[in-house]
């Protein structure tokens, strides 16, 4: 009976920890993954007969990504143990104070809740950003690090001469609401917090999209054989001098009472910054007196983080309604009684799709437990079924779209359902017509959502392509409208007519082409007549492709509808094809060549070289087959890579040889010269 309990808590800790570090999607909170993981490790101990290695509470959990090259990290990068309450700071502090039998100080930091990150400097220079990974060795994600503003590439005073400092990449409040608002106009799942939106976008491939996320870096512990002072606080405020970004909110404390009237103080101040907190971190100021009081298997014996409690309300759940996007997918709202939550009035919250309704076993009427992740998105996270005396009926997902009334869908491998009517479903043929004015896409002023609404709902518009159909009397005659908006409308659409091919291609509003993939397809098909004809084999070729997509862009062009949509918006002059400026800016050395990139190189960054082969003709292609031409190799390739080339016969091109290859010297790298900031 024991042994099953632990087996099965085990399976359940791994699979969180599977989906928190390598989906940064977690399904519970940390608080619940805490408790979990506490009464594993009080089981594992009263039974040391089921000791495992491998067990969840012998391991710190692994983000590591595919496509980044795996590091050691010269100093192990331990995570903090947790705790909840003011009791177990004291059981903290009590431990410390009888292992050092002399006086200490604390230092108390706020606990960023973003990724860590360990960066290595060498004669003032970064040279290495490495995630934590699982402790031992992480990602090396230096050209993505090196796009975070916070993150100085130079330092300036007096500092060692090697060093590591580590911190937390952070997404700011206010960039996370923009990509989120963003993603939901694309139907993309959003991100549940900053954290996730930070973590997924360190670990992006492409380095020009991850300095779009604008993220942000606070530095809190230095390591390294000469730092400048024997304690932490000093050699944080020594970092602050040399160019890191290094909170202020950090304190010396002499004792407990300081510590909680830290705690007490920021559990409150902190919903006023701009970046997401969750605790405090607690830490031994004295250098020589952490090293004294050494580690656990797992955590440091000299801190501890304390963690705020995520703030939840009781509600009552009133009724449930169903949104239609614009690729017709279904999602559910929970309409609620008004409540109070980290400072905002809620009455409404997600219910995300069919699986989490039928999983809370939510009835109308039911209290409910609404708790706002990364406190911004509101959502409901269990049913009090305790207080259930007088309640409706149990919910039950829609069958039928609530706007048209088609049978819905649902696609394998995916959790939303979908309305499959996409050409006559209202809300999907205003929000195809939204997404193609949108500013983007085709830019096209003055068409608005309610403007949108209100052509709809006079029989002016049903398709994009009707835009370019539209009288300036008709406009003029309605209301709220008038003769400057009608102008203004026009003059977008004829403006629209000079937006480059691959705008076009993302405003078509093709499920999951965003704007990147929209890119990749107008730069490798290079005009609409051969986008169109593409098969599914020639899609999956292409640069960041896979099958979802390539399956998802046949089946648009399989639709007479489109076709017909497509064949008038040509009649109109939109672009349909790259402009001669962008063709003819490629070089030839490359063409016909199917290339795949793997491993690490001293030149240029992998990005660069993907845009090099891009412009001489070639084709990027993430998969190593029969049909490469050949692989672009660097330092460290990965060894299944070089396992199927062999097999295959594909042939490996070092770095000096491919620049050649498109006439370009080999350079010597040079060591940044910019400023500071």
């Keep these: 009976m ?38 594993l490790n009080e089981l594992e101990l009263k039974h040391p007969e089921f000791f495992d290695m491998n067990s969840p509470t012998q391991r710190v959990g692994s983000d590591i990504a595919a496509g980044f090259e795996q590091v050691e990290h010269v100093y192990p990068m331990l995570s903090l143990g947790n705790t909840y309450s003011e009791n177990e700071v004291r059981d903290f502090y009590d431990r410390v104070s009888k292992a050092l039998n002399e006086d200490f100080e604390l230092v108390c930091e706020l606990k960023y809740d973003g990724t860590s990150i360990s960066l290595t400097y060498e004669n003032g220079l970064l040279v290495r950003a490495i995630t934590r990974g699982d402790g031992e060795k992480g990602d090396d994600v230096t050209n993505n690090v090196k796009t975070i503003r916070s993150i100085p590439l130079r330092l300036h005073g007096d500092f060692p001469k090697l060093f590591e400092i580590r911190g937390e990449i952070l997404m700011p409040w206010a960039v996370f609401d923009d990509l989120n608002r963003e993603r939901e106009a694309q139907e993309e799942q959003l991100f549940a917090n900053p954290r996730n939106a930070a973590s997924g976008t360190l670990k992006l491939q492409n380095s020009a999209i991850v300095a779009s996320r604008k993220l942000d870096a606070y530095l809190y512990y230095m390591i390294g054989e000469n730092l400048p002072y024997e304690n932490h606080f000093d050699n944080l405020n020594a970092a602050k001098s040399w160019g890191f970004k290094i909170s202020d909110a950090t304190k010396v404390c002499k004792g407990l009472n300081e510590v909680f009237n ?92 069919a699986d989490i309704i039928e999983g809370l076993d939510l009835h109308i009427g039911d209290m409910v437990f609404v708790e ?53 479903c209202p809300p999907q043929i205003k929000g195809k017509i939204e997404h193609f004015v949108s500013r983007k896409a085709m830019n096209i002023d003055g068409l608005g959502s309610e403007t949108v609404n209100l052509l709809y709902q006079n029989d002016l518009l049903h398709n994009i392509a009707d835009i370019y159909d539209l009288k300036i009397p008709d406009l003029i005659r309605l209301e709220r409208l008038g003769t400057k908006s009608a102008y203004n ?50 899609l999956i070729e292409v640069d960041e492709i896979g099958e979802r997509i390539a399956k ?16 008038r918006l040509k009649t109109h002059g939109l672009q349909m094809s790259l402009s001669d400026e962008k063709l003819n800016a490629h070089g030839t050395a490359l063409n016909g ?25 070639g084709k990027n292609v993430g998969s190593v087959s029969s049909k490469t031409s050949f692989i672009l190799a660097g330092d460290n390739m990965g060894p299944e890579k070089l396992k199927k080339a062999e097999n295959l016969g594909v042939r490996l091109v070092k770095e000096t040889e491919f620049l050649e290859m498109i006439g370009e010297k080999s350079k010597t790298i040079e060591s940044f010269s910019g400023t500071l900031f």
């Design 2 to 39: 024991i042994k099953s309990q632990i087996d099965s808590l085990r399976r359940e800790l791994e699979l969180h920890n599977y989906n928190y570090y390598v989906l940064s999607a977690p399904t519970i909170s940390d608080f619940e993954f805490d408790i979990k993981l506490k009464e």
């Design 262 to 353: 830290f705690i007490n103080y920021w559990d409150i101040e902190r919903k006023n910054l701009p970046v997401a907190t969750d605790g405090i971190v607690i830490k031994v100021n004295s250098l020589i007196q952490q090293k004294n009081l050494g580690f656990t298997a797992k955590s440091p014996r000299w801190a501890i983080a304390y963690k705020f409690q995520a703030e939840k309300a009781v509600t009552r759940l009133n009724s449930v309604s169903y949104q239609v996007g614009r690729t017709g997918a279904i999602t559910p709202v929970a309409n609620l009684d008004a409540v109070q939550l980290s400072g905002t009035t809620v009455r409404r919250a997600s219910l995300h799709n």
């Design 372 to 424: 706002k992740g990364g406190e911004i998105i509101p959502k409901i996270t269990a049913v009090d079924k305790n207080a259930r005396i007088l309640i409706g009926d149990k919910v039950i997902f829609i069958k039928n779209c609530p706007e048209c009334g088609t049978l819905l869908t649902r696609f394998e491998g995916e959790a939303a359902y979908y309305c499959p009517n996409e050409n006559n």
């Design 489 to 538: 409308i026009k003059d977008g659409a004829e403006k629209s007519k000079e937006i480059p091919f691959e705008r076009l291609v993302f405003g078509l509003g093709i499920r999951f082409v965003g704007e990147t993939i929209a890119k990749k397809l107008a730069f490798a098909l290079k005009n609409m007549e051969a986008l169109e004809k593409a098969t599914f084999e020639q």
């Design 552 to 567: 998802s862009v046949v089946s648009y062009f399989a639709d007479p509808l489109n076709i017909d949509t497509i064949k």
């Design 593 to 617: 060549f199917s290339i795949v990139i793997s491993g690490t190189f001293n030149q240029h960054s992998r990005d660069e070289y993907k845009s090099m082969i891009e412009m001489n003709g």
